[in-house]
């Protein structure tokens, strides 16, 4: 925990809410741009190297929890890779699956380093660039979304799944890990609370709440949305199916 602590009590993540009243009267971050969003941002460097360790429960509980076929290739997106940590997980459990990485130039090499030390850097490709400009090509079976769409206000959200849509096969999967609080938004506070970061650190992001992921995705094509929580964390996965 020392790292992912370092993080959160750094001066861009903790120093964010410092004049909360001013963040609460502008409805978002106070920082210059668009806040942590802003392209290439140095923090997300950090934030590979320093959550890292707290990200791999989460990520072997996404590698269990979907079954993908263990013949023939597999081609798996990972959005926001950040560490790599979540497409890895599912190369070692699928010696079939092909990992393609995408995120900023500065953060992907730190995937690409712990790609390699996990063995399965041969299966795991680098798309640099960003996630709602480049382009992703298709023929996806699985898309990886963690911690990325409390970044942004739904509509934006759905403009990604749209996109998500378009590259997956039919029968796809997009697999969802974020900050899900109950329809009171209040809880679990954990959870909920996450919302706040959100507001000191970008300009239209929050935590949302699984009703809203259901309608932002079955207004992008998917079928069907489901929900599950992880034991012990204060995350949760949502599972969306894109049947033709």
Same mark, same amino acid.
């Given at each position: 925990?020392?790292?992912?602590?370092?993080?959160?009590?750094?001066? +861009? &993540? =903790?120093?964010?809410?410092?004049?909360? +009243?001013?963040?609460?009267?502008?409805?978002? #971050?106070?920082?210059?741009?668009?806040? #942590?969003?802003?392209?290439? /941002?140095?923090?997300?460097?950090?934030?590979?190297?320093?959550?890292?360790?707290?990200?791999?429960?989460?990520?072997?509980?996404?590698?269990?929890?979907?079954?993908?076929?263990?013949?023939?290739?597999?081609? &798996?997106?990972?959005? =926001?890779?950040? /560490?790599?940590?979540?497409?890895? =997980?599912?190369?070692?459990? /699928?010696?079939?699956?092909? &990992?393609?990485? +995408?995120?900023?130039?500065?953060v992907l090499k730190v995937a690409k380093e712990n790609a390699r030390v996990a063995g399965v850097g041969s299966r795991h490709q680098l798309l640099e660039g960003d996630a709602f400009t480049t382009e992703w090509g298709n023929s996806y079976q699985l898309i990886l979304a963690t911690n990325f769409f409390h970044h942004?206000?739904?509509? #934006?959200?759905?403009?990604?799944?749209?996109?998500?849509?378009?590259?997956?096969?039919?029968?796809?999967?997009?697999? #969802?890990?974020?900050?899900?609080p109950n329809a009171d938004r209040i809880t679990p506070q954990a959870t909920a609370s996450f919302g706040l970061t959100m507001l000191g650190t970008t300009k239209n992001g929050d935590a949302y709440t699984f009703a809203e992921y259901e309608e932002a995705f079955a207004d992008s094509g998917f079928s069907r949305s489901e929900f599950f929580p992880i034991p012990n964390s204060a995350q949760q996965v949502i599972v969306s199916h894109k049947d033709r």
């Open positions: 925990l020392g790292g992912a602590l370092s993080f959160l009590l750094s001066p +861009t &993540i =903790a120093g964010s809410l410092d004049n909360l +009243t001013d963040v609460v009267r502008e409805g978002g #971050t106070v920082m210059d741009g668009e806040g #942590t969003v802003e392209p290439n /941002h140095p923090i997300w460097v950090d934030f590979a190297r320093s959550m890292e360790p707290l990200m791999m429960g989460p990520a072997q509980f996404m590698a269990e929890l979907v079954e993908l076929p263990q013949n023939g290739s597999c081609k &798996i997106l990972d959005v =926001a890779a950040g /560490h790599g940590q979540f497409g890895i =997980a599912f190369a070692k459990k /699928h010696p079939s699956a092909e &990992i393609v990485a +995408t995120d900023w130039p500065n942004f206000d739904l509509a #934006t959200c759905r403009k990604l799944m749209s996109k998500m849509n378009r590259s997956l096969n039919p029968g796809g999967r997009v697999v #969802t890990l974020e900050f899900v």
